[in-house]
T-cell receptor, first 116, second 117 residues
Framework: AQSVTQPDIHITVSEGASLELRCNYS??????LFWYVQSPGQGLQLLLK??????LVQGIKGFEAEFKRSQSSFNLRKPSVHWSDAAEYFC??????????????FGAGTRLAVHP | GAGVSQSPRYKVAKRGQDVALRCDPI?????LFWYQQALGQGPEFLTY????????KSGLPSDRFFAERPEGSVSTLKIQRTQQEDSAVYLC???????????????FGPGTRLTVL
């Protein structure tokens, strides 16, 4: 069955430190992969997406992610975290269905806390 | 509007009551999705509409859940005889559907937090 796993439930980093959030996927073929951020009371905002091609993708707010087929991973990184990055981060996978739409499968999320 | 809107933002229901949750997608978006997000979990797919047609309802957890989009714009998710396990945030997302079936980004609303007492 298709699945997305985020091994870390909570992560705490200091402001200015680097960040890596882990994501592993299990799909029959290469899925579309996404990272979303959710702040309290807000909807999900797309940070970046991977479809094919270059395995290092750049997103908004200084985030990037690297697709590694051999490890079935799509980890999110940021070189220097800002206090405003504190939020919940979701990795998601999708595959094109016959109807031409994408049913997203989300991981359980990683809650990021940032210490000043 | 500028984005997907949902109402109400918060809903408290007594067990056994019926509730209706509304989603206003981005104007012109053909596709509309409903997701359920339980506390501490990621969103889970409930159902998908393409215009007014409900093409996928495989994620609806029981026959107490019903969704409609009669005119292909606003959608309503209805839950009958609510149970405590229905307590969750219900997210709506919409996307434009481009020709050729290429990927279409889903834009999410802020969600409706349902609490069943």
């Amino acid at each position: 069955a298709q699945s997305v796993t985020q091994p870390d439930i909570h992560i705490t980093v200091s402001e200015g430190a680097s960040l890596e959030l882990r994501c592993n996927y299990s799909y029959g073929a290469t899925p579309y992969l996404f990272w979303y951020v959710q702040s309290p009371g807000q909807g999900l905002q797309l940070l970046l997406k991977y479809f094919s091609g270059d395995t290092l993708v750049q997103g908004i707010k200084g985030f990037e992610a690297e697709f590694k087929r051999s490890q079935s991973s799509f980890n999110l990184r940021k070189p220097s975290v800002h206090w405003s990055d504190a939020a919940e981060y979701f990795c998601a996978g999708g595959s094109k269905f016959s109807g031409g739409y994408n049913k997203l499968i989300f991981g359980a999320g990683t809650r990021l806390a940032v210490h000043p | 509007g500028a984005g997907v809107s949902q109402s109400p933002r918060y809903k408290v229901a007594k067990r056994g009551q019926d509730v209706a949750l509304r989603c206003d997608p981005i104007s012109g978006h053909v596709s509309l999705f409903w997701y359920q997000q339980a506390l501490g979990q990621g969103p889970e797919f409930l159902t998908y509409f393409q215009n007014e047609a409900q093409l996928d309802k495989s994620g609806l957890p029981s026959d107490r859940f019903f969704a409609e989009r009669p005119e292909g714009s606003v959608s309503t998710l209805k839950i009958q005889r609510t149970q405590q396990e229905d307590s969750a945030v219900y997210l709506c997302a919409s996307s434009i559907r481009l020709a050729g079936g290429s990927y279409n980004e889903q834009f999410f609303g802020p969600g409706t937090r349902l609490t069943v007492l």
